[in-house]
């Protein structure tokens, strides 16, 4: 923000910085170790009085001080050049922090070249012991370089106290700074090995080489087994946050924490190697392999450290792209343009949008991503997103996946980022975004005559939506599984609920009676759904198929067909989200019909996981999933939670959600301390898409009335309420699943919490905890007293129904009578209108009373009395007028 910016691509996301580092802190450790290596050399040369060893040293020095003060020195300068230009500010707060160490450390340093030059220029001059005092003076300076070093760079891993003090003393004797420099020092006594043996294979006599090569062996192998010992007192001193990372998140860190610990055991068995009398084809090729694994090695050391403090390039303080968190909330406000001072776009406009996309991309990204280059390639890992999901990943950043610091500045700015990547570095993944929605065919609804007089046959769907996962072949969200309930009522002066003595059944219409062509979903619910033998094709997992005899229900009042296994694909290869069921009844002893009716039983495969997740809409470019897509969220998942689901889907054996989270839609109980389906895909997913309105809804459920299925089709709708008046927005939905979560002790829920805000109630602390499917939003919240409600901004939110007996998808009248029988499943509860065919859902109420009207309003009394009624039998308030007369034509008001 206060500096300008070296606009890097290719080679951006720290290349420059990693490649000059690991070369020069390699060396520079074998700068330390070398220094001891060269000592105890000498005092071996003049105990053993051989004049090879002594000739091989001297040599040895040479090498030592044009790798190690020459070319490391260079390196080192590289790398102050490096950040000075990658992170300038991260750069200009340690050299004011730690003026006084960098200047000590720089002290040493000098008193490093001296020592050397002098070891070497008076190697045959001086008295051996006046020598080597010398000697030990180097290494005493190189190894407070090291210890001074040492302080400074991890206090970037882990500040300490000096958070809060920001005292000298609490930063650099800060909690790792013991762990590190011993670490540090036995590594550096290993690479001075490694180093050795270049060096040692290459003495002319045979003698001393071997004994050369053997000391090598000596100094790579021993100290390795402190290096252990050391490296487990480093991780244990860690931070949480960055001893989880490195211990239970390995998988964040890429290949460097495993190949670390393999390239370590390389490093010891090829030290030991060595050891053993081989030939010089056999010895030369190996020293400069276990040199080139040691570069490894310690490349794999520094990223590890490095990624282990992420998303901070100075833990606690200051982000990886060198905004401080204590900055956040301001630049959140004034724009990150704004506050930058060496851009050219101050603000976001229509006409720049791209351009100031790049800009930000510089400041906020290029710290870490390269375009295109061999370091955290970001082409890659933006591959799968539409601008939307671009976006969408940009706003959960930082809140649940800790290792990327959060994005800050505006919405707009935010958007403008997503679509630089998205539409300037990928060209536009323009076959990511929703294309036109399939225009639904007006499909017929033909009511049946009424087969006589004397009886009322009602049938819904429970739902009113039934949405599906198609993606079988990967995991199983959610079966086609479509409950049908219905009710028999007998005409007369005191209608009677019809329980016994007849046979209700059901068929759906032609073209959806063989859906196992289209989804593959009986192939795997054996498994799946732990059944004790396998289900014949069509059948669903109630053991129903797609035509049959209901059952009745377990209170006793009506008749039902539980988990239905119909699919939005008829014959013909089209999309069709509601297809329609002929209920009949008959006698059970005569089989003579007593009534007969039709109903939808809406199911939708329009689920958006392809918004965020990659891929296509699977079936007719509306709706579907494709294995792109299926494949990508069980990746994810396996990234986040170290499972394997997607190993397990290629291997055949594809996972149900709900058999490890419970779900009480489907009655599964799910793991122990795993949190539930509901509470788990909305807590997440709420993290990403917060401060939006209902239109979010959409992006995942079939609910958009310009999508292909439009699903919220009832009289709610038609008068403008959206799924935010009921169950709140995305983040206060989320929260209320989570805080019952929360009180079930899953810790988890409580993660997912606290990124989120309540945007309908006073705070989160206020929201009301509910189980999915048990507690929901009351009708009579806003209903009171089954009255008009008082007020237009009046919310159903944060209100439930005490359990299932209360939930208007099973509760009865004071008759016995359902209500869904006279005012239609939920989200198309009557006058409903169908972008399918305006009166798809109306069918039971045009056949009995000849308009769209829930079932017996405006006085139709006369559907089941046989007698003129005045009083309110069903539930108070129900012989008014129906209110919303504009949605229906006058001839139905009549």
Same mark, same amino acid.
């Given at each position: 923000?206060?500096?300008?910016?070296?606009?890097?691509?290719?080679?951006?996301?720290?290349?420059?910085?990693?490649?000059?580092?690991?070369?020069?802190?390699?060396?520079?450790?074998?700068?330390?170790?070398?220094?001891?290596?060269?000592?105890?050399?000498?005092?071996?040369?003049?105990?053993?009085?051989?004049?090879?060893?002594?000739?091989?040293?001297?040599?040895?020095?040479?090498?030592?001080?044009?790798?190690?003060?020459?070319?490391?020195?260079?390196?080192?300068?590289?790398?102050?050049?490096?950040?000075?230009?990658?992170?300038? *500010?991260?750069?200009?707060?340690?050299?004011?922090?730690? &003026?006084?160490?960098?200047?000590?450390?720089?002290?040493?340093?000098?008193?490093?070249?001296?020592?050397?030059?002098?070891?070497?220029?008076?190697?045959?001059?001086?008295?051996?012991?006046?020598? #080597?005092?010398?000697?030990?003076?180097?290494?005493?300076?190189?190894?407070?370089?090291?210890?001074?070093?040492?302080?400074?760079?991890?206090?970037?891993?882990?500040?300490?106290?000096?958070?809060?003090? $920001?005292?000298?003393?609490?930063?650099?004797?800060?909690?790792?700074?013991?762990?590190?420099?011993?670490?540090?020092?036995?590594?550096?006594?290993?690479?001075?090995?490694?180093?050795?043996?270049?060096?040692?294979?290459?003495?002319?006599?045979?003698?001393? =080489?071997?004994?050369?090569? =053997?000391?090598?062996?000596?100094?790579?192998?021993?100290?390795?087994?402190?290096?252990?010992?050391?490296?487990?007192?480093?991780?244990?001193?860690?931070?949480?946050?960055?001893?989880?990372?490195?211990?239970?998140?390995?998988?964040?860190?890429?290949?460097?924490?495993?190949?670390?610990?393999?390239?370590?055991?390389?490093?010891?068995?090829?030290?030991?190697?060595?050891?053993?009398?081989?030939?010089?084809?056999?010895?030369?090729?190996?020293?400069?392999?276990?040199?080139?694994?040691?570069?490894?090695?310690?490349?794999?050391?520094?990223?590890?450290?490095?990624?282990?403090?992420?998303?901070?390039?100075?833990?606690?303080?200051?982000?990886?792209?060198?905004?401080?968190?204590?900055?956040?909330?301001?630049?959140?406000?004034?724009?990150?343009? =704004?506050?930058?001072?060496?851009?050219?776009?101050?603000?976001?406009?229509?006409?720049?949008?791209?351009?100031?996309?790049?800009?930000?991309?510089?400041?906020?990204?290029?710290?870490?991503?390269?375009?295109?280059?061999?370091?955290?390639?970001?082409?890659?890992?933006?591959?799968?997103?539409?601008?939307?999901?671009?976006?969408?990943?940009?706003?959960? *950043?930082?809140?649940?996946?800790?290792?990327?610091?959060?994005?800050?500045?505006?919405?707009?700015?935010? %958007?403008?980022?997503?679509?630089?990547?998205?539409?300037?570095?990928?060209?536009?993944?323009?076959?990511?975004?929703?294309?036109?929605?399939?225009?639904?065919?007006?499909?017929?609804?033909?009511?049946?005559?009424?087969?006589?007089?004397?009886?009322?046959?009602?049938?819904?769907?429970?739902?009113? #939506?039934?949405?599906?996962?198609?993606?079988?072949?990967?995991?199983?969200?959610?079966?086609?599984?479509?409950?049908?309930?219905?009710?028999?009522?007998?005409?007369?002066?005191?209608?009677?609920?019809?329980?016994?003595?007849?046979?209700?059944?059901?068929?759906?219409?032609?073209?959806?009676?063989?859906?196992?062509?289209?989804?593959?979903? %009986?192939?795997?619910?054996?498994?799946?759904?732990?059944?004790?033998?396998?289900?014949?094709?069509?059948?669903?997992?109630?053991?129903?198929?797609?035509?049959?005899? #209901?059952?009745?229900?377990?209170?006793?009042?009506?008749?039902?067909?539980?988990?239905?296994?119909?699919?939005?694909?008829?014959?013909?290869?089209?999309?069709?989200?509601?297809?329609?069921?002929?209920?009949?009844?008959?006698?059970?002893?005569?089989?003579?019909?007593?009534?007969?009716? =039709?109903?939808?039983?809406?199911?939708?495969?329009?689920?958006?996981?392809?918004?965020?997740?990659?891929?296509?809409?699977?079936?007719?470019?509306?709706?579907?999933?494709?294995?792109?897509?299926?494949?990508? &969220?069980?990746?994810?998942?396996?990234?986040?939670?170290?499972?394997?689901?997607?190993?397990?889907? /290629?291997?055949?054996?594809?996972?149900?959600?709900?058999?490890?989270? /419970?779900?009480?839609?489907?009655?599964?109980?799910?793991?122990? $301390?795993?949190?539930?389906?509901?509470?788990?895909?909305?807590?997440?997913?709420?993290?990403?898409?917060?401060?939006?309105?209902?239109?979010?809804?959409?992006?995942?459920?079939?609910?958009?009335?310009?999508?292909?299925?439009?699903?919220? /089709?009832?009289?709610?709708?038609?008068?403008?309420?959206?799924?935010?008046?009921?169950?709140?927005?995305?983040?206060?939905?989320?929260?209320?699943?989570?805080?019952?979560?929360?009180?079930?002790?899953?810790?988890?829920?409580?993660?997912?919490?606290?990124?989120?805000?309540?945007?309908?109630?006073?705070?989160?602390?206020?929201?009301?905890?509910?189980?999915? %499917?048990?507690?929901?939003?009351?009708?009579?919240?806003?209903?009171?007293?089954?009255?008009?409600?008082?007020?237009?901004?009046?919310?159903?939110?944060?209100?439930?129904?005490?359990?299932?007996?209360?939930?208007? /998808?099973?509760?009865?009248?004071?008759?016995?009578?359902?209500?869904?029988?006279?005012?239609?499943?939920?989200?198309?509860?009557?006058?409903?209108?169908?972008?399918?065919?305006?009166?798809?859902?109306?069918?039971?109420?045009? !056949?009995? *009373?000849?308009?769209?009207?829930?079932?017996?309003?405006?006085?139709?009394?006369?559907?089941?009395?046989? !007698?003129?009624?005045?009083?309110?039998?069903?539930?108070?308030?129900?012989?008014?007028?129906?209110?919303?007369?504009?949605?229906?034509?006058?001839?139905?008001?009549?």
């Amino acid at each position: 923000m206060e500096y300008p910016i070296w606009q890097l691509t290719t080679l951006a996301g720290g290349f420059w910085i990693a490649f000059i580092a690991v070369v020069h802190v390699y060396v520079a450790h074998f700068a330390v170790g070398g220094g001891l290596f060269l000592v105890l050399t000498e005092h071996k040369a003049v105990r053993e009085d051989s004049p090879a060893i002594l000739a091989y040293l001297q040599k040895h020095t040479l090498f030592f001080l044009l790798l190690s003060m020459v070319f490391g020195g260079l390196t080192g300068v590289g790398i102050w050049f490096s950040i000075a230009l990658i992170s300038p *500010q991260a750069t200009s707060m340690l050299i004011h922090t730690f &003026v006084f160490g960098w200047a000590t450390e720089w002290v040493c340093f000098l008193g490093e070249i001296i020592a050397l030059l002098v070891y070497f220029y008076a190697f045959a001059r001086m008295a051996r012991r006046d020598h #080597m005092i010398v000697g030990w003076l180097y290494f005493i300076f190189a190894w407070l370089s090291l210890f001074f070093i040492t302080g400074i760079i991890d206090f970037m891993l882990a500040p300490g106290k000096w958070l809060e003090t $920001g005292n000298f003393w609490d930063g650099f004797f800060n909690p790792v700074f013991w762990p590190s420099v011993t670490l540090r020092t036995f590594l550096a006594f290993t690479f001075a090995g490694l180093f050795g043996f270049v060096t040692a294979i290459r003495i002319p006599d045979a003698t001393a =080489r071997l004994s050369m090569v =053997r000391s090598c062996s000596l100094w790579t192998a021993l100290p390795f087994v402190f290096v252990l010992a050391a490296g487990w007192w480093y991780v244990h001193s860690f931070p949480p946050y960055a001893y989880e990372m490195v211990m239970f998140k390995i998988q964040k860190l890429g290949f460097f924490v495993p190949s670390f610990l393999v390239l370590g055991a390389v490093i010891m068995l090829g030290g030991l190697f060595m050891a053993f009398k081989m030939p010089a084809a056999v010895t030369k090729p190996t020293a400069y392999v276990l040199l080139v694994i040691g570069l490894c090695y310690m490349g794999c050391f520094e990223f590890s450290r490095e990624a282990a403090r992420k998303p901070y390039i100075i833990n606690g303080y200051m982000y990886s792209n060198s905004i401080l968190p204590s900055q956040t909330a301001a630049i959140n406000a004034r724009g990150v343009l =704004r506050t930058a001072k060496w851009v050219t776009n101050k603000a976001v406009t229509k006409e720049n949008e791209v351009d100031a996309g790049r800009e930000i991309f510089q400041l906020e990204c290029a710290s870490c991503h390269s375009i295109g280059g061999p370091l955290n390639d970001i082409l890659p890992k933006t591959l799968k997103f539409s601008v939307f999901g671009m976006d969408s990943e940009l706003n959960g *950043q930082g809140k649940l996946v800790r290792y990327m610091p959060p994005f800050v500045g505006t919405v707009n700015e935010r %958007w403008a980022l997503a679509r630089y990547i998205v539409d300037d570095l990928h060209s536009g993944n323009t076959h990511l975004e929703d294309g036109p929605a399939q225009t639904p065919q007006n499909l017929p609804a033909v009511v049946p005559k009424k087969e006589n007089d004397d009886y009322v046959l009602l049938a819904w769907n429970n739902l009113g #939506m039934h949405c599906i996962s198609d993606s079988d072949p990967f995991w199983i969200l959610l079966p086609p599984a479509n409950d049908l309930i219905a009710q028999l009522i007998k005409r007369g002066d005191g209608p009677e609920i019809i329980t016994s003595g007849v046979e209700i059944t059901y068929a759906v219409e032609s073209g959806f009676e063989n859906p196992a062509g289209q989804v593959t979903f %009986w192939d795997h619910a054996q498994s799946l759904f732990e059944l004790e033998k396998p289900l014949p094709v069509n059948v669903g997992v109630s053991g129903n198929k797609v035509m049959g005899i #209901m059952k009745p229900t377990p209170g006793g009042e009506a008749f039902e067909a539980s988990l239905v296994p119909v699919v939005p694909y008829p014959d013909d290869g089209s999309f069709n989200p509601y297809p329609l069921f002929t209920v009949t009844a008959k006698d059970s002893a005569t089989g003579k019909v007593l009534a007969t009716t =039709r109903c939808v039983a809406p199911t939708s495969t329009e689920m958006g996981c392809k918004n965020c997740h990659g891929g296509t809409w699977r079936v007719a470019g509306v709706a579907g999933f494709t294995g792109e897509t299926s494949a990508d &969220v069980l990746a994810v998942h396996d990234r986040i939670n170290k499972t394997t689901l997607l190993a397990d889907a /290629r291997a055949g054996k594809p996972w149900l959600c709900q058999s490890c989270h /419970r779900d009480p839609v489907l009655g599964a109980k799910g793991k122990e $301390g795993v949190i539930s389906f509901p509470a788990a895909i909305h807590g997440w997913h709420a993290n990403y898409l917060t401060g939006r309105d209902e239109n979010v809804c959409y992006r995942c459920h079939p609910a958009k009335n310009t999508g292909s299925t439009g699903c919220l /089709r009832g009289v709610h709708t038609g008068v403008g309420l959206t799924c935010i008046k009921c169950h709140g927005t995305l983040e206060d939905h989320a929260l209320s699943l989570l805080k019952y979560e929360k009180n079930r002790g899953i810790v988890s829920a409580e993660k997912l919490m606290q990124g989120l805000d309540s945007r309908v109630v006073a705070s989160k602390e206020a929201i009301n905890p509910r189980d999915a %499917w048990v507690n929901e939003p009351d009708c009579l919240n806003c209903h009171v007293a089954f009255e008009k409600p008082v007020a237009r901004d009046v919310s159903g939110f944060n209100t439930w129904t005490a359990g299932v007996a209360e939930l208007f /998808r099973v509760r009865t009248d004071d008759m016995g009578v359902r209500c869904e029988a006279c005012h239609g499943s939920t989200h198309a509860n009557y006058p409903a209108t169908n972008i399918y065919g305006k009166n798809r859902d109306n069918i039971p109420p045009l !056949q009995y *009373q000849g308009n769209s009207l829930p079932i017996g309003s405006n006085r139709h009394c006369g559907v089941c009395h046989t !007698q003129p009624m005045s009083d309110e039998g069903h539930h108070p308030n129900m012989t008014g007028m129906f209110r919303n007369a504009r949605l229906i034509s006058k001839e139905e008001m009549k």
